[in-house]
C-alpha cells in the first residue's frame, strides 16, 4: 500500500515499525493504567484508554474497559482515535449519535460512545502513533479545561511512551555487549581458601576438559590438568599471591582428556579479611592457542558494537577504545591510547567514576552505576566496569535523554499529584468561613515549593471585598512574615496591582518583575518592610473563578535564583485555582443539598430489629457533607415464619437520585422478601424483574444473608446461613474460634439492573453459635488510596483483632481503622452476633 493509498491515521515507514514495538512494550503497563485511571478520576467519565494506531488501532491500556478490552483492535474505519491522530489536534465530540464525523462508526452505532474527547500522542515529536481519549455513553459537554486537562494527561502518557522505546533500545545494546563478552570466551574461578572449594563456571570446566559432575572443587583437580612442565611454576604463581595478598597472574599448558594441549592465561587477585590474611582468590581464564586471531576477532566485535568500550591497564592508561567510545568522549583514539585517565578527564577525579573504577579493580567486582560528567561531555552515562587480568574493562551507555524523559515524567506527575491533592485537601466539610479557611491554608502548603517560594490566597466576602486568609512560605522561619503581609497588603495595594487586574478580567497575570511593579508602589513603613524582607523576583497573580463568579485569588511568588513562571507553570496554577474555587462554589451552592439530603437519609435508613439470641448493629457514614446520603443502604427485618433477613446494597451513583433510587429499592426488596418460602436468590431475581418492568434504569450491587434454623439444628447450637450475592463484596463470618470466611461463590454473579435473565444461585453455611456476619459496601475496604484486594485484608486483619468486642464497638472501630482519615465514598454496614444457646 502507498502512502496516499493508506486510511487517515497510519503512521508510515519507521513510525510503523516504532509503533508495533510500543504496542508490545506498553500492553497493559501499569504506569499507563495509573495514568487512565487519574484521567476517569479527574474528568469524570466512564472510561479512558491509550490506543496505538499502525494497520489497525490497539488499546494497550485503559480504565473502565470491558473485560478483554485491554488488547483489543479495532479497524481504523471504525476508530474515532484515528480521527484524532489524522487531524492531529483534540478531537471533541459532545453528541457522537449526531456528530457527522463519527455517527456512522461502531462503537457510536452500537451506543457505547455517546461523548468522546480524544488527545493525539506524541513519543519524540514526531508524527503522532496513538491518542489518549475519555468517552462515555452519554452525550456530554467538554469544556476548555477539560480539554486541557486530557491534553497535560497526554504530555504524561506519550513520556512513558518515549522511556519504553528508548529503554528497549538500551536492552538490546547491553544484550549485543554481554554476547560480545561471552564471545571472549573467558571463564572465571573464585577460590575460597578457608574451606579449600574452588568454583569454576561453565566456561572454565570446558577449557580445562571437566563436565560439572567430573569436577570435585579442589585445587587437585586443576593441578591434575596442567602440563608436567609448568605444574610447579603455576601452583608457585598462586601461592605468591595467596602469601602476599596480591595479585596472579601467570600463562601456563594444560592437557585435556583427548590429549589436546591448551595455552591458559590465568589471572586473579587475592581478597583478604580484616586481619590481613588471604580468604579468597578471585580471577578469569582464557584460551590464548589461537591468541592473534582471537585478538583479531574480538577487535571487530568491540568495534562493532553500539555500546562505548573501553580497557585500562594497571596503571589507568588506556589500551583499547572502540569506534563508539571515541564518538561519545569526542577525543580521536590516537590522544586516548596510553594516555591516563585522570589527567584526560580531570572532572571524574573524586566523581562516583573514580570511586566505582578503584573499587572495581581492588574488589575484583564488577560494578553498575550511573553518573553525570559535566561540560564538555555534559552527559549522563550508565556504565559497567569489571576488573580483567589486563586491568579494567569498561561499557557505557548516554543515558541522558532516558534520565530527562524520566525528571520530565517526575515533574508532570509532581504536578498532577499537586492538583490531585488540592481537590482532596478541597474535599473536606467547607460548610463555614472558618473550614474555608483551613481547606485553603492546606492548599497553600501544597503549592509550596512546586510552583514557587511562598503563596497567599484570597477570598471575596459578600459585600465584594477581598481579604487575605491563607499563607505560607517554604523557609518555616518566614512564614510568620508572610502572614503580616497578607495582614497589610490589600489596604496598600494600588489600582492596577496585579492581583487586582487579575480579579477585574478573570485572567492569569505573570509578573517578571515583582518589585518594580508593587514593591515600589508601597508606601513606607510595615507593609513596604514585609515585602522587602521577603524579596520576591517574580509572580502569579491568578483568579479563582467558577459559574462565573469570582470566588477569590492566587498569589504565588518566587524568589531571585527562580525562573519565571512559564506556561506550563500558570496552566497547572490556573487548574489549582479553578477547582479551589470549584470546591468552594460547590460547598455553598450544596448546602441546600445537605439538608435535603439529611432529611432523606433520616426517612430512609431505619433501625434493626432485635430478634432472640441475635444482635444486630447497624452503622450508615456518609463520603462528605454536600451529599450527607447516596446509593449505599443496608436493612434487617423478620420474615412471618421468624427467620432474620440481613440486607446491604449500593445504588451506582452518588447523589440525591441515587438516594431515591435506593429507597424504591428497598422498599421493593422488602416487599418481595417478607412472604414465606423465598430465599435470598428468589428476592434477587424478583427485584431484578421489578427494575427491569418498572423501568427503573437502575443499576446496583446487593447481598442477602438469611438467618435460619430447625429445631436439631437449635438443640446442636448451629444456625444456617443462606445467601446470594448479586456483585457485591462477599459478607464476612467471623467465628467463635477467629477464623473469618467470605461468604463467595466460584465466581461474581451480574449486579441487578443489568439483565433481568440473569441466574441468580443460593449457597448455605453452617456456623456454631457465637459467630459474627458482616455485610458492608465497597468505601469500607476500596478507595483512590486503597485498593479492594489490600482493602479486604485490611478488613479481616481488623475484624480477627477486634473479635471479642462488643458488636457496636467492633462496627465503630472497624469504621475507624480502616478509614483513619476519612471516607472517600458513603460506608454502609449490618452486622449480627448470634447469642449462643443454652
Known amino acids: 500500500m502507498t502512502a496516499a493509498e493508506q486510511p487517515p491515521g497510519i503512521p508510515s515507514g519507521d513510525r510503523l515499525e516504532l509503533v508495533r514495538r510500543l504496542a508490545a512494550e506498553a500492553m497493559g503497563d501499569r504506569s499507563l493504567q495509573r495514568l487512565t485511571d487519574l484521567a476517569t478520576r479527574l474528568l469524570d467519565c466512564d472510561t479512558a484508554q491509550v490506543s496505538l494506531l499502525g494497520e489497525v488501532q490497539t488499546a494497550v491500556a485503559g480504565t473502565g474497559l470491558p473485560p478483554g478490552g485491554i488488547g483489543a483492535q479495532l479497524p481504523l474505519a471504525d476508530s474515532l482515535c484515528a480521527l484524532a491522530v489524522a487531524a492531529d489536534a483534540p478531537m471533541v465530540v459532545p453528541d457522537a449519535a449526531h456528530d457527522d464525523r463519527v455517527r456512522d462508526r461502531t462503537p457510536v452505532r452500537e451506543g457505547r460512545v455517546g461523548a468522546y474527547l480524544g488527545i493525539p500522542l506524541r513519543v519524540d515529536g514526531g508524527e503522532p502513533v496513538g491518542a489518549l481519549c475519555v468517552y462515555g455513553p452519554e452525550p456530554r459537554t467538554w469544556s476548555d479545561h477539560d480539554v486541557a486537562l486530557l491534553r497535560q494527561l497526554s504530555y504524561s502518557v506519550g513520556t512513558e511512551l518515549q522511556l519504553m522505546a528508548l529503554t528497549s533500545e538500551y536492552e538490546a545494546h547491553r544484550l549485543r555487549f554481554e554476547l560480545a563478552i561471552d564471545a571472549a570466551g573467558i571463564g572465571s574461578f573464585d577460590w575460597n581458601l578457608v574451606t579449600g572449594r574452588l568454583l569454576w563456571d561453565d566456561r572454565l570446566l570446558a577449557l580445562f576438559g571437566y563436565d560439572r559432575a567430573d569436577f570435585d572443587e579442589t585445587i587437585d583437580s586443576f593441578a591434575d590438568r596442567l602440563h608436567p612442565d609448568d605444574r610447579e611454576r603455576t601452583l608457585e604463581a598462586l601461592q605468591a599471591a595467596i602469601d602476599t595478598v596480591g595479585a596472579y597472574d601467570a600463562e601456563f599448558r594444560v592437557v585435556v582428556p583427548s590429549g589436546e594441549t591448551r595455552w591458559i592465561r590465568g589471572s586473579g587477585r587475592a581478597v583478604a579479611d580484616d586481619r590481613g590474611t588471604s580468604v579468597r582468590l578471585l580471577g578469569a581464564g582464557y584460551d590464548t592457542t589461537p591468541q592473534r586471531q582471537d585478538d583479531v576477532r574480538i577487535a571487530r566485535l568491540l568495534e562493532a558494537m553500539k555500546a562505548s568500550f573501553f580497557s585500562l591497564d594497571p596503571d589507568w592508561r588506556f589500551t583499547y577504545v572502540n569506534a563508539e567510545a571515541e564518538r561519545v568522549l569526542g577525543v580521536p583514539r590516537e590522544e586516548l591510547l596510553g594516555g591516563d585517565v585522570w589527567e584526560l578527564f580531570p572532572a571524574a577525579v573524586g566523581s562516583d567514576f573514580e570511586r566505582h573504577y578503584r573499587a572495581a579493580v581492588s574488589t575484583g567486582t564488577e560494578r553498575m552505576f550511573e553518573a553525570y560528567y559535566p561540560p564538555p561531555l555534559d552527559a549522563w552515562y550508565e556504565v559497567r566496569a569489571w576488573p580483567t587480568p ?195 462554589d460547590n460547598a455553598r451552592l450544596y448546602d441546600q443539598q445537605r439538608r435535603l439530603a439529611e432529611g432523606l437519609q433520616r426517612s430512609l435508613l431505619t433501625a434493626p430489629p432485635q430478634p432472640d439470641h441475635s ?104 444456625t444456617r446461613l443462606r445467601w446470594s450475592n448479586a456483585g ?99 460506608v454502609a454496614l449490618v452486622a449480627l452476633r448470634l447469642h449462643p444457646q443454652h
Open 390 to 584: 589486563d586491568g579494567l574493562s569498561v561499557s557505557f551507555l548516554d543515558v541522558t535523554e532516558r534520565r530527562a524523559a524520566e525528571e520530565h515524567m517526575r515533574q508532570i506527575t509532581a504536578r498532577l499529584a499537586l492538583v490531585a491533592d488540592t481537590t482532596s485537601a478541597m474535599s473536606a466539610s467547607l460548610d463555614s468561613r472558618e473550614h474555608e479557611e483551613q481547606a485553603l491554608q492546606r492548599v497553600a502548603g501544597l503549592l509550596v515549593p512546586e510552583l514557587g517560594d511562598w503563596v497567599i490566597i484570597s477570598l471575596v466576602d459578600p459585600e465584594g471585598r477581598m481579604h487575605d486568609v491563607a499563607g505560607w512560605h517554604r523557609e518555616p522561619d518566614l512564614r510568620e512574615l508572610v502572614g503580616r503581609y497578607a495582614r497589610v497588603r490589600l489596604a496598600a495595594l494600588q489600582p492596577d496591582a496585579p492581583v487586582l487586574r487579575a480579579l477585574a478580567s478573570g485572567q492569569g497575570l505573570v509578573v517578571p518583575d515583582v518589585g518594580a511593579t508593587v514593591g515600589e508602589t508601597l508606601p513606607p513603613g510595615e507593609v513596604s518592610d514585609t515585602f522587602w524582607a521577603l524579596a520576591p523576583q517574580s509572580a502569579m497573580a491568578l483568579p479563582m473563578a467558577a459559574r462565573g463568579r469570582t470566588l477569590g485569588a492566587l498569589s504565588i511568588y518566587r524568589s531571585a535564583g527562580q525562573p519565571v513562571p512559564d506556561d506550563a507553570d500558570v496552566s497547572v496554577a490556573r487548574d489549582v485555582a479553578g477547582r479551589v474555587a470549584l470546591a468552594l
Open 728 to 826: 457485591h463484596p462477599p459478607p464476612l463470618v467471623l467465628r467463635p474460634d477467629g477464623r473469618i470466611e467470605e461468604l463467595a461463590g466460584e465466581r461474581a454473579e451480574l449486579m441487578l439492573g443489568v439483565d433481568r435473565r440473569a441466574r441468580r444461585s443460593e449457597s448455605v453455611v453452617t456456623v456454631p453459635r457465637g459467630s459474627t456476619v458482616l455485610l458492608y459496601t465497597d468505601g469500607l475496604v476500596e478507595g483512590r488510596d486503597l485498593s479492594l484486594d489490600e482493602g479486604t485484608a485490611r478488613l479481616k486483619a481488623a475484624l480477627g483483632e477486634l473479635a471479642g468486642e462488643p458488636l457496636p464497638e467492633l462496627c465503630d472501630a472497624l469504621l475507624a481503622r480502616l478509614r483513619p482519615e476519612g471516607l472517600q465514598d458513603d
Open 615 to 718: 444482635e444486630i448493629v447497624v452503622r450508615y457514614h456518609p463520603a462528605m457533607a454536600v451529599a450527607e446520603v447516596g446509593g449505599d443502604w443496608y436493612d434487617a427485618f423478620l420474615q412471618p415464619a421468624g427467620a432474620t433477613m440481613l440486607v446491604i446494597g449500593d445504588v451506582v451513583g452518588h447523589d440525591t437520585e441515587a438516594a431515591a433510587a435506593m429507597g424504591q429499592l428497598r422498599g421493593m426488596l422488602r416487599g418481595i422478601a417478607y412472604r414465606e418460602g423465598i430465599g435470598p436468590a428468589g428476592v434477587l431475581a424478583d427485584l431484578d424483574a421489578a427494575i427491569d418492568g418498572l423501568q427503573m434504569g437502575t443499576l446496583a450491587t446487593a447481598a442477602i444473608v438469611r438467618i435460619e434454623q430447625t429445631a436439631t439444628e437449635r438443640a446442636a447450637g448451629v
